[in-house]
């Protein structure tokens, strides 16, 4: 799960909600009996059990949450969703994950007409391949500054203009360019898009076929301080195995401080702050740093795993081929630091709220009769590990991208009470945000949007492997207006959850947990899903949204 709210200092309260577009469903009060509390909140209590250990991909707590998981879709009516090569069917998507687990401690040495400098790893930059290469060697290539690294064509925009990357080195700028200024140039404003975020950069530093990429971090851009990268130097890098054994990718992958960037860009008789501006205004063009080179070695050990996402479905009556999916990951950290002697982190909150809530919204879309459009329920493995079960849905999807109607994903289901507000992370992208504002009215609640845009947590899980295809995709969060204590109480909760047991052995079930309010937030996800699988719309994305021109690509 993500640091929601985290920096939100305040829920921004924007009004009603635009609802300019046209919803077509009327997703109030719908057939059968409603989620049960006791049901989910004993389904929760299993998967965050010891006996569960942490549910990591990989090993016992995977074998235990898998065949726990394949048990309760079949109780609930579904069917397994995955079809074999064989003709068979399986609940099951087999993936297999690479480990890379850095061997040395690799030096950047920059060098130029004053000499060779090297720098520290971990301390001035950090670096990694995902290159399923154990050595992988990059000596003296050029540097070149590309602003943000951007090619976004629907703006207008590419900071690779003009240069042929093959064996050059890539100098990045985190966030996008409208991010310093606020005024939209495409990117909309203050709030961060998928080019701001640094996987993105990476992968395009990979499609100009650089030898390397490095971004330079800065605190306020990249929403987290250096200490967050900084300390990601040690332990095992994972990554789905990809088709080309990432061979598309940069041949190293990184990022450096800003003052190692500020003193890089002096050597080259450059000014950091000049160039930074002029990235941020349409027309940048690459900019060679001087003479200045670039050389580091990697030497890594790689191992698989194999993992698996759970897929089940209820198909449709009249029109099983067009899909509404549910999804959530599974997975948490397994065992981790002890605290006080515990040393299982059971992920409670994160996540098996959100894959229990998928167990019972089966249930519930079951008992309540099957509908129109099939409804398929996907838990997700190794979102922990950098959401790499939906990066693997992504490149082997199960149910056709331009035939799936939306995306629904769930990722820390409100443990707190019940709330006035539920947050739409991202909201202003599709018209799904119409769809839940109309739900949440008939039910007498509100939508809030997304409190801090600019920190990007739009992209920072699964659903973003979803959108890639095309598919509009809701992502909520849960409310901060509580009905005992108010916002004040909300935040206090919000931000002890965050200091007390965000990826702790902590996030246990305790006699704390009120999970009505979560109950009411899925209820709107119900009726939301339940609207699109009886009828007959398709939810269109935003004109301005970034994952629009994959749709349309699609077909769609
Ligand atoms: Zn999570």
């Known amino acids: 799960?993500?640091?929601?709210?985290?920096?939100?200092?305040?829920?921004?309260?924007?009004?009603?909600?635009?609802?300019?577009?046209?919803?077509?469903?009327?997703?109030?009060?719908?057939?059968?009996?409603?989620?049960?509390?006791?049901?989910?909140?004993?389904?929760?209590?299993?998967?965050?059990?010891?006996?569960?250990?942490?549910?990591?991909?990989?090993?016992?707590?995977?074998?235990?949450?898998?065949?726990?998981?394949?048990?309760?879709?079949?109780?609930?009516?579904?069917?397994?969703?995955?079809?074999?090569?064989?003709?068979?069917?399986?609940?099951?998507?087999?993936?297999?994950?690479?480990?890379?687990?850095?061997?040395?401690?690799?030096?950047?040495t920059i060098a130029g007409a004053d000499g060779a400098r090297p720098y520290v790893y971990g301390q001035d930059f950090t670096a990694w391949t995902r290159r399923l290469e154990e050595n992988v060697d990059i000596a003296n290539a050029e540097l070149v500054f590309v602003g943000y690294g951007i090619v976004a064509p629907e703006a207008g925009w590419n900071d690779y203009e003009g240069i042929d990357m093959r064996g050059r080195i890539a100098v990045i700028l985190v966030n996008d360019p409208d991010f310093d200024t606020g005024d939209d140039r495409g990117f909309g404003g203050r709030a961060m898009t998928y080019y701001g975020r640094w996987t993105y950069k990476f992968e395009e530093a990979g499609r100009q076929g650089a030898a390397g990429a490095i971004i330079v971090h800065q605190t306020a851009p990249a929403s987290y301080p250096w200490a967050v990268i900084g300390s990601r130097v040690s332990g095992p890098r994972f990554d789905i195995v990809r088709a080309d054994r990432g061979a598309s990718r940069a041949g190293f992958e990184g990022w450096m401080q800003e003052g190692l960037a500020r003193e890089t860009f002096t050597r080259a008789g450059l000014d950091f702050d000049q160039l930074r501006q002029r990235a941020q205004t349409q027309g940048f063009r690459p900019v060679r740093l001087g003479s200045l080179t670039g050389s580091i070695a990697l030497q890594t050990r790689l191992e698989t795993t194999r993992t698996s996402n759970v897929v089940g479905v209820l198909p449709g009556t009249t029109r099983p081929d067009e899909t509404i999916l549910y999804s959530a990951h599974w997975d948490h950290l397994g065992r981790c630091s002890p605290i006080d002697g515990d040393d299982i982190c059971n992920g409670a909150l994160d996540n098996a709220t959100g894959t229990a809530a998928l167990i019972e919204l089966a249930r519930r879309y079951s008992a309540a009769g099957r509908a129109e459009r099939s409804v398929a329920f996907i838990a997700l493995t190794a979102e922990e590990q950098g959401l790499l079960g939906a990066l693997y849905y992504q490149q082997h999807p199960v149910f056709e991208p331009r035939n799936t109607v939306a995306a629904i994903n769930m990722d820390g289901i409100n443990h707190m009470g019940p709330t006035r507000d539920i947050e739409v992370v991202g909201f202003g992208k599709s018209e799904m945000d119409d769809l839940i504002v109309r739900a949440a009215e008939a039910r007498g609640r509100r939508v809030e949007p997304d409190s801090s845009p600019e920190a990007g947590y739009f992209y920072r899980s699964d659903h973003l492997h979803f959108a890639q295809l095309g598919i509009p995709v809701l992502y909520t969060s849960n409310g901060i207006d509580m009905l005992q204590g108010g916002r004040e109480r909300g935040q206090a909760l919000n931000a002890a959850y965050v200091a007390n047991d965000y990826h702790k052995p902590s996030d246990e079930v305790t006699d704390a947990w009120d999970v009505s309010g979560g109950i009411q937030d899925l209820e709107l996800l119900y009726d939301v899903g339940r609207g699109l699988a009886d009828g007959s719309s398709w939810p269109q994305w935003r004109a301005n949204a970034e994952f629009r021109a994959a749709r349309e690509a699609s077909g769609r």
Do not use: K
Request: some cysteine.
């Open 1 to 108: 799960m993500i640091l929601r709210h985290l920096l939100a200092a305040a829920v921004i309260a924007v009004g009603a909600c635009a609802t300019s577009a046209t919803p077509t469903v009327d997703n109030s009060a719908f057939a059968g009996p409603p989620l049960s509390a006791e049901a989910y909140l004993a389904h929760v209590r299993t998967l965050a059990s010891d006996e569960f250990e942490g549910r990591a991909p990989g090993g016992n707590g995977e074998r235990l949450t898998v065949e726990y998981l394949e048990r309760m879709f079949a109780a609930a009516g579904l069917e397994p969703g995955v079809r074999l090569p064989n003709g068979q069917r399986s609940w099951r998507q087999e993936a297999e994950l690479s480990a890379a687990t850095l061997l040395n401690e690799p030096v950047l």
